[in-house]
């Protein structure tokens, strides 16, 4: 099971990755297509900026072309080896795979990328706290 504190965590639930306890995401929904990248500028539990530079997140394109090469290999796999299709109807699995999981794909390569960047702090939330109480 995935506890705070964990990498992998931040990742799969797109939580901030300093302190894990909000949604880096505006909408957690990622299939709202109009919000998909819609994000806080902060944390407010530990005060982390998600932007750490501008064009921060261009790097998350390159994440994400590996990320959608493990969803196209496991669709082949599937499709192809599991079920025994054709590879012209594993083609097409492959497709829509992708177009249907590419919200998925987009927020999980950026949640990829701010995890290389940002590691876990238990004690982010009372740091923060100190620093902006009067």
Known sequence: MLKKGNKLYSILTGTC???QNESMYMDKNPFHLT????????CSHCGTKYKIEPSFFYGAMYVSYAVGIAFA??????TFLFIGTGL???FFAITGTLIVFMPIIMRLSRNIWINMFISYD???V??????VSP
């Open 35 to 42: 919000k998909i990248f819609k994000m806080h500028e902060r």
């Open 126 to 131: 009372e740091k923060y706290t100190k620093k």
């Open 17 to 19: 990755p300093k302190c």
């Open 88 to 90: 012209k109807t594993s």
């Open 122 to 124: 238990p004690k982010a």
């Open 73 to 78: 290999v496991a669709a082949f796999v599937i």
